[in-house]
Nanobody
Framework: QVQLVESGGGLVQPGGSLRLSCAAS????????MGWFRQAPGKEREFVAA????????RYIDSVKGRFTISRDNAKNTVSLQMNSLKPEDTAIYYC????????????????WGQGTQVTVSS
C-alpha cells in the first residue's frame, strides 16, 4: 500500500514558476515508477510527466517539454515537478500517481493516486 500526498499548488502569473511535491508513505517507494497527471474542468485526466524507479529515465508530454522537470528522491520518498514558464493552459488539478511496473502515460495503469493540488495560472 502506498499513500500519496501532493503539495505546492497555488495561483501564479503567466511566466511564473511552481514546484509541486508528492510525498509517499511506505518503505517500497523506490519500487514504483511515479507520474504526474493533470485534470482541467470538463476534461479527462492528462499525462504530464513520469519518472522511472531509478530516476534516470523520464518522459514528458510535448506541451511541457523544456518547461517542466520531474525528479525523485528515493531516500526521502518524494517526487517533484518543477514547472517554469507557466501558461494559462497549465491550469488544472495536478495528481501524482504510483505504478508498480514501469513508466506509463496511461492513467488507468497507475495503482495509487494522491488527492491532487490545484494549479492556477492567471494574471
Amino acid at each position: 500500500q502506498v499513500q500519496l500526498v501532493e503539495s505546492g499548488g497555488g495561483l501564479v502569473q503567466p511566466g511564473g514558476s511552481l514546484r509541486l511535491s508528492c510525498a509517499a508513505s511506505g518503505r517500497t517507494f523506490s519500487y514504483y515508477a511515479m507520474g504526474w497527471f493533470r485534470q482541467a474542468p470538463g476534461k479527462e485526466r492528462e499525462f504530464v510527466a513520469a519518472i522511472a524507479v531509478g530516476g534516470v529515465y523520464s518522459r514528458y508530454i510535448d506541451s511541457v517539454k523544456g518547461r517542466f522537470t520531474i525528479s525523485r528522491d528515493n531516500a526521502k520518498n518524494t517526487v517533484s515537478l518543477q514547472m517554469n514558464s507557466l501558461k494559462p493552459e497549465d491550469t488544472a488539478i495536478y495528481y501524482c500517481g504510483a505504478r508498480r511496473v514501469g513508466v506509463s502515460i496511461l492513467a488507468h495503469e497507475y495503482d495509487y493516486w494522491g488527492q491532487g493540488t490545484q494549479v492556477t495560472v492567471s494574471s
